[in-house]
Nanobody
Framework: QVQLEESGGGLVQAGGSLRLSCAAS??????????LAWFRQAPGKDREFVAA???????????YYADPVKGRFTISRDNAKNTVNLQMDNLKPEDTAVYYC??????????????????WGQGTQVTVSS
């Protein structure tokens, strides 16, 4: 089994910054074999891809971002600690959502549909006031 736990959400004014972290644990988790992704879900909307980092075994491109967050969000991975961080700068009210960390044993190169991920954290709320 794999457990994912997010932290770092909160309330911030537009233009501010937050840093989210996701800690992965469990006997079957492997940073070598599993990508880690961030999704978000705003009230009344579908869950959408935000950013992801490939498994360390992937030889191609390793970082992926959704267009709305490019240039503002930075994803990073610490394989020694099995964590993935999401630095969010220049936040906008439209970034308000619950942010989820996700992973799956079959996902080495990140894919962008939430249905392909079987492991999820409980989510952390990010609220950006205008």
């Amino acid at each position: 089994q794999v457990q994912l736990e997010e932290s770092g959400g909160g309330l911030v004014q537009a233009g501010g910054s937050l840093r989210l972290s996701c800690a992965a644990s469990g006997r079957t988790f492997s940073s070598y074999a599993m990508a880690l992704a961030w999704f978000r879900q705003a009230p009344g909307k579908d869950r959408e891809f935000v950013a992801a980092v490939a498994a360390s075994s992937w030889s191609g491109r390793s970082l992926y971002y959704a267009d709305p967050v490019k240039g503002r969000f930075t994803i990073s991975r610490d394989n020694a600690k099995n964590t993935v961080n999401l630095q969010m700068d220049n936040l906008k009210p439209e970034d308000t959502a619950v942010y989820y960390c996700a992973s799956d044993r079959s996902v080495v190169k990140p894919i962008f549909s939430p249905v392909d991920y079987s492991y999820w954290g409980q989510g952390t709320q990010v609220t950006v006031s205008s």
